[in-house]
Structures are given as structure tokens and as C-alpha cells.
């Protein structure tokens, strides 16, 4: 089945939310089977529904209450269909749309996940999570080079490195940010330059946290083995969490355009 297909059934079925081209329902609720109500019931056997249409599979409310993340696949084609309970920093439905945009999908209007929210629901310990998160930030960084996107505080959490804070626009702004900054991404990203400038400012962040503290604290070449090796970088930058604000955070475009 092609995706334009799948997500056609999707809708169809009232599931209402994709991620990464893959149909997601990001359910309201997240009690137990007994604990659902009416409306819950109802939304769980749309979706129900929606995995059966494209995939073939047969599954049941159980199931779907239970388990956080699922995949159904078809035996026929190897139509994916992704199923989330939950995302990791992401806690309802409602911050969900907050941090989305409407998308037009050959024709077909579809709340997708902006960059940085999809970023931030892939702090999991799954292989392809950790390549879908390399390649947010590569593509975060490219639009950053070319002037496509306003920077800002979430946008450097996930995509700082060397490179980068030498862009003009972005540069001016790490002293301010290594001050102020609560994010635990963007506070190692920082220790990662090994601008001792930087670091002077983050060490008297009242709102420092503790991996970054760490850090800091080492000797610079014990540090140095950790920020300066990127699978290292990688594996520690993957379990720090990305906070997004109660407002949602979208991607901005330049303010002259």
C-alpha cells in the first residue's frame, strides 16, 4: 500500500495524528482498560479499525491500552504502521498539536510533529531512533546555515556543535544562553565546545544541571574524551531530555520573510 493510501485510510478512520510519515494516534488517555471510558473506547476502536484497514492485522483494546509503542505490519505489502501510547517528553495529545504544524500530504491536510518536537519524543533507546535524531539535527543545522529558520533556545538544544556556533545569529547568543539556559541538552552542546568562556558562564548557571556540572567539573582531558568523541557525544546527548514549553515550540521561518 502506498503512503498516500495508508494515510488516506487513516483519516478515514479518524486516527488524527502523524509523525515521520507514519500514521500515529497519540491517545488522550493512558489508564488502564477498565478505566476507559466511552469516548476513549470509541477513539481505540477507530484505530482499532484504522490498523486493520491498512495493514491486515488483527489486534484489540487490550492490546492498545497496554503496550506504549506498537508496529503492525502487513504480511501482504510491508505497510508499517506505527501506534503510540506515549512519547517520551511529549505528555498528551494536546501538547502534541501545540508543538505541530497542518502539512499538506498529497492533498490530504495532516498534523505532523515539528523537527524539534520529533526530537524531542526520540529520547528511546531503539537503533533507529538514534538515526532519525542524527538526521533532525543535521537538517536543523542546514536550514540554520542557509538562513531558513529564526535560532532560538530549543533549536540550538538540539542541533549545537562547532560548526554551527559559528553562524552568524547564533554565535552572539551563547554567552547569554551558557548564563541562563535550562536546557540539558543545550547545556552539554556547550560543554561540547570547549570554549572556556562558555564554560566560565555555565558554571555559575543557577539553573546548571547535574550531567553538565559533571562535566565541567572534570579535567579537561578526561572531558575531553567524552565531547570530543561523537558516538560518546551521541549516547550521552540521547538520554537528556529536550523541555518543550506549555505553549508548543514551532520552527520559525526568517522574521524578513
Same mark, same amino acid.
Given at each position: 500500500m502506498t503512503a498516500i493510501g495508508s494515510l488516506a485510510l487513516a483519516v478515514a478512520w479518524g486516527v488524527s495524528f502523524v509523525r515521520h510519515f507514519l500514521a500515529v494516534r497519540r491517545l488522550a488517555t493512558e489508564s488502564a482498560a477498565v478505566a476507559a471510558g466511552p469516548s476513549e473506547l470509541a477513539t481505540l476502536e477507530r484505530l482499532r479499525g484504522a490498523v486493520l484497514a491498512i495493514t491486515g492485522v488483527e489486534t484489540d483494546v487490550e492490546t492498545l491500552l497496554e503496550r506504549e509503542f506498537q508496529q503492525y505490519i502487513s504480511p501482504a505489502d510491508g505497510t508499517e504502521i506505527d501506534v503510540h501510547l506515549k512519547l517520551a517528553e511529549i505528555p498528551s495529545y494536546e501538547a502534541a498539536t501545540a508543538s505541530s504544524s497542518i502539512v499538506d500530504y498529497l492533498g490530504i491536510p495532516t498534523p505532523c510533529l515539528e523537527l524539534t518536537a520529533l526530537y524531542a519524543s526520540k529520547r528511546t533507546d531503539r537503533p533507529?531512533?538514534?538515526?532519525?535524531?542524527?538526521?533532525?539535527?543535521?537538517?536543523?543545522?542546514?536550514?540554520?546555515?542557509?538562513?531558513?529558520?529564526?535560532?532560538?533556545?530549543?533549536?540550538?538544544?538540539?542541533?549545537?556543535?562547532? &560548526?554551527?556556533? #559559528?553562524?552568524? !545569529? *547564533? =554565535?552572539?547568543? %551563547?554567552?547569554? /544562553?551558557? +548564563? @541562563? $539556559?535550562?536546557?540539558?541538552?543545550?547545556?552539554?552542546?556547550?560543554?561540547?565546545?570547549?570554549?572556556?568562556?562558555?564554560?566560565?558562564?555555565?558554571? &555559575?548557571?543557577? #539553573?546548571?544541571? !547535574? *550531567? =553538565?556540572?559533571? %562535566?565541567?567539573? /572534570?579535567? +579537561? @582531558? $578526561?572531558?575531553?574524551?567524552?565531547?570530543?568523541?561523537?558516538?560518546?557525544?551521541?549516547?550521552?546527548?540521547?538520554?537528556?531530555?529536550?523541555?518543550?514549553?506549555?505553549e508548543g515550540h514551532r520552527v520559525q521561518p526568517p522574521r524578513s520573510r
Amino acid at each position: 500500500m502506498t503512503a498516500i493510501g495508508s494515510l488516506a485510510l487513516a483519516v478515514a478512520w479518524g486516527v488524527s495524528f502523524v509523525r515521520h510519515f507514519l500514521a500515529v494516534r497519540r491517545l488522550a488517555t493512558e489508564s488502564a482498560a477498565v478505566a476507559a471510558g466511552p469516548s476513549e473506547l470509541a477513539t481505540l476502536e477507530r484505530l482499532r479499525g484504522a490498523v486493520l484497514a491498512i495493514t491486515g492485522v488483527e489486534t484489540d483494546v487490550e492490546t492498545l491500552l497496554e503496550r506504549e509503542f506498537q508496529q503492525y505490519i502487513s504480511p501482504a505489502d510491508g505497510t508499517e504502521i506505527d501506534v503510540h501510547l506515549k512519547l517520551a517528553e511529549i505528555p498528551s495529545y494536546e501538547a502534541a498539536t501545540a508543538s505541530s504544524s497542518i502539512v499538506d500530504y498529497l492533498g490530504i491536510p495532516t498534523p505532523c510533529l515539528e523537527l524539534t518536537a520529533l526530537y524531542a519524543s526520540k529520547r528511546t533507546d531503539r537503533p533507529r531512533d538514534a538515526l532519525h535524531r542524527r538526521a533532525i539535527e543535521d537538517r536543523l543545522r542546514e536550514l540554520l546555515t542557509a538562513g531558513d529558520i529564526q535560532v532560538d533556545e530549543i533549536i540550538l538544544a538540539c542541533c549545537l556543535d562547532t &560548526a554551527t556556533a #559559528r553562524i552568524v !545569529g *547564533v =554565535a552572539e547568543r %551563547l554567552p547569554a /544562553l551558557a +548564563a @541562563a $539556559t535550562a536546557q540539558p541538552l543545550l547545556q552539554v552542546r556547550l560543554v561540547a565546545l570547549e570554549d572556556r568562556g562558555l564554560m566560565t558562564r555555565l558554571a &555559575a548557571n543557577g #539553573r546548571l544541571e !547535574g *550531567v =553538565a556540572r559533571a %562535566l565541567i567539573d /572534570l579535567d +579537561a @582531558a $578526561t572531558r575531553a574524551k567524552v565531547v570530543t568523541v561523537p558516538a560518546r557525544l551521541a549516547a550521552l546527548l540521547s538520554r537528556l531530555p529536550l523541555h518543550l514549553p506549555p505553549e508548543g515550540h514551532r520552527v520559525q521561518p526568517p522574521r524578513s520573510r
